[in-house]
């Protein structure tokens, strides 16, 4: 049973740093994209950034890049989001997801598999 757990979230002030956890357990994830999605009040979920669990390229929302980064540590079957330079508009719920690598790194939500239950992230102003 494939399990996607987060963790990290909180409030914190405008220009500050978080970093959000998703601890994954259930399968082997090597041929898996991992990817980071928030969603907040009154709109609909929007995807932040994915990779592949085995690595290379990363796909980043153009609202985020410059500031948030995934990474993973195989380890610990554990998959980061770093997000720095916090602003208001970052606040939302952030969810973990997985799905089967086909050859593309998707970006609908719809394309995802798994999901974790949720994080919330408020930055003040």
């Known amino acids: 049973q494939v399990q996607l757990v987060e963790s990290g979230g909180g409030l914190v002030q405008a220009g500050g740093s978080l970093r959000l956890s998703c601890a994954a357990s259930g399968r082997t994830f090597t041929d898996y994209l991992m990817g980071w999605f928030r969603q907040a009040p009154g709109k609909e979920r929007e995807f932040v950034t994915t990779s592949k669990w085995s690595g290379g390229s990363a796909f980043v929302a153009d609202s985020v890049k410059g500031r948030f980064t995934i990474s993973r540590d195989n380890a610990k079957n554990t998959v980061y989001l770093q997000m720095n330079s916090l602003k208001a508009e970052d606040t939302a719920v952030y969810y973990c997801?997985?799905?089967?690598?086909?050859?593309?790194?998707?970006?609908?939500?719809?394309?995802?598999?798994?999901w974790g239950q949720g994080t919330q992230v408020t930055v003040s102003s």
């Open positions: 997801a997985a799905s089967r690598f086909r050859g593309s790194y998707y970006q609908r939500a719809n394309e995802y598999d798994y």
